[in-house]
Each structure stands twice: as C-alpha cells, then as structure tokens.
C-alpha cells in the first residue's frame, strides 16, 4: 500500500476522503497534519481525531497552521461545511491528545523515516506545505509524491470567478508550493466539478457501509443544500467530494488524463488566489522559465471513480 500523509482541513469532503483513505486497502494513512481553512485549525484538528475515533483508527493526529501566510485570518466556510465543520450534525468530539509535533514537523519527520515513500495529499490551503519548504528545503527530494486538491487549470473559481477555496485561502503559500521543484500533481475544479453525487448516491454509500457512509450521507445534506440553494440555484440536490478525487489519484492515476505543464498563483488583490496553468506544449511567457514542470488533471472517468468510491466503502 502507497504510504501517504493527509494534510486536511475537515470539512464534509474531508471527512469523505479521509473515510475513503482508511477504508483502501491500496493506501496506508500514516498520519493526518491539520490546516485552517473550512473551519479554524484547532476545530480542524479536533474534528480529524473525531474522523479517526469513528474509524477506529489510531493515527497521529498534528495541529497546523492557523493563519494564512500572509495577511489576516481567513473567514472559514461556515456556510458550505456548518459550524461544525461536519453540516452540523455535531458528532460527539474525540478527546484525544493531538500529537505534540506541528503540522510541517510531522511531516518533514515521516518524510526522513521513509524516504522517497511518502506521498504528501494536500486537501486544504497550502500553508504547511509551504512551511514544509521553508523549514526543510531537502522535502523536495525525500517525497514520492505531492498531490493537491486546489486550484482550476480550465475552468472558473468557486470562491471569486477565477479562485478556488483553497487557493484562495492562501494564494501566497499556494505560490511557493507550485515554485518548488518537487513532484507535484494538481487536481483542481477541471475534474472535481466533473462528477455530481445525488441522494441515491449518499443513500447507498449509508447503506453499504452504515458507520462511514452514515456520516457522509449525514453530514452531506447540508453540503448538498449549500451547493442546490446557494451555489447552483437548482432544485437536485447534489454535491461535490473534491478531496476524496485526490485520494483516487493516488491509488489509480489511470481514472485522470493529465497534463503537464506550469503554474503560477496570483495574489494581487483583482486576481487574488487565481492559478494560471500554461500546458508545455503552448508558448509560454519569459517569467515562465523557472517555473517547474507539474501535472494537472484535466478530465476524469466519471463512472469508475463514483465505482471506487462506492466499492471501498463497501468494504
Ligand atoms: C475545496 O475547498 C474546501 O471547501 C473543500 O474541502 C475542498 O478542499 C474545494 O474547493
Ligand atoms: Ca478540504
């Protein structure tokens, strides 16, 4: 199994991948680092014990980051996630210790015991990551693997017209994190957008797997709402599993067509949070030069993913 570091802000979609991580056989979680971002850091890293109480899984769990890397606290998504984090639903809290070690510490410490094993799945804004590479500049060579849920190659925002949510959060780390030279995989908008779950769907995944697939069906409908109601202004109410398509990736990169090519972020403040992707085989700009190479998920099989997902959890 891909040995793998969840950095994550739970958050309903969270929750989703982080149940769908634990249940795959092909991945070992080796540890969940928390971030702010849906909600504040110390409620994300209360919620993702709880994820690991429900589980059953004893996991080290970090507190991270609490403040974008630039700029004031970020105003958290309350109204997409609750104010639980889990569509307020309010499961009974874990109490158990967060490990003592930061976010970047834990992961920079996994990375030096297996190294060139681990594969770092960032499911929140980039700030650990980004103060992974300030703190131990040599990650760059002891990680198999970074793959990011952010950002939109093709295709508009979901926070401003060209931002996505994590991006957006903090553009600055996102900016530093996307000009490191380490093996970096973008699964943004482009596909996440690309694959709707409805009722049926969340009532099956209750059915196959009641504890795991309860909580999702549970937590989802106030996600689901948010996305019918505020964001889509249609009566279906379906909803969007983000991170949990960046989970797939690591274990079946084949569900994706990828495409290699550079990115930058934008913080200016019209532009704030916006990712530009400019594919290798187009003319790029000089101040693209030292950009590095990365890959982008640009379309996604619809149907063997929403199998998998369905599949695991059935386990
Ligand atoms: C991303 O933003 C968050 O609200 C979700 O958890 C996901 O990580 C989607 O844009
Ligand atoms: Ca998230």
Redesign the pocket.
């Known amino acids: 199994a891909e040995k793998i570091i969840i950095d994550t802000?739970p958050?309903i979609?969270?929750a989703m991948a982080i149940f769908f991580a634990f249940q795959s056989p092909d991945l070992d979680v080796l540890g969940l680092t928390s971030v702010f971002?849906?909600v504040p850091v110390k409620m994300a890293a209360r919620n993702a014990v709880t994820l690991c109480d429900i589980a059953e899984k004893d996991i080290p769990v970090c507190e991270g980051l609490g403040l974008p890397w630039v700029g004031p606290e970020s105003g958290y998504?309350h109204f997409?996630?609750g104010d639980d984090g889990f569509g307020n639903i309010h499961p009974k809290l874990s109490d158990k210790p967060i490990d003592p070690r930061s976010s970047a510490q834990f992961i920079i410490d996994t990375a030096k015991q297996y190294p060139g094993e681990v594969t770092l799945v960032a499911?929140?804004p980039l700030t650990n990551l980004a103060m992974v590479l300030k703190m131990e500049p040599e990650i760059t060579k002891l990680l198999k693997g970074v793959v990011i849920?952010?950002g939109a190659a093709q295709v508009p925002g979901?926070v401003t017209p060209v931002a996505?949510?994590?991006i957006w959060n903090d553009p600055h780390a996102a900016d530093i994190v996307f000009s490191a030279d380490w093996p970096l995989t973008m699964i943004g908008?482009d596909v996440?957008y690309a694959v709707s779950y409805n009722q049926e769907y969340l009532g099956k995944l209750a059915e196959v797997n009641p504890k795991l697939g309860g909580f999702v069906h549970q937590a989802a409908q106030f996600y689901a709402k948010f996305y019918s109601e505020v964001f889509q202004n249609s009566d279906e109410e379906v909803c969007y599993f983000?991170?949990a398509m960046a989970l797939a990736y690591v274990i079946d990169p084949t569900l994706f067509d990828m495409k290699q090519g550079k990115f930058r972020v934008a913080t200016d403040p019209l532009c704030y949070g916006q990712t530009t992707f400019a594919p290798l085989d187009k003319m790029m700009s000089p101040q693209w030069e030292d950009a590095p190479v990365m890959q982008a998920a640009l379309k996604v099989d619809e149907e063997r993913i929403k199998k998998l997902f369905m599949d695991t959890y059935a386990l």
Request: a negative charge.
């Open positions: 802000d958050g979609d969270d971002g849906n998504a997409v996630h499911i929140g849920m952010g979901n996505e949510a994590n908008l996440t983000h991170d």
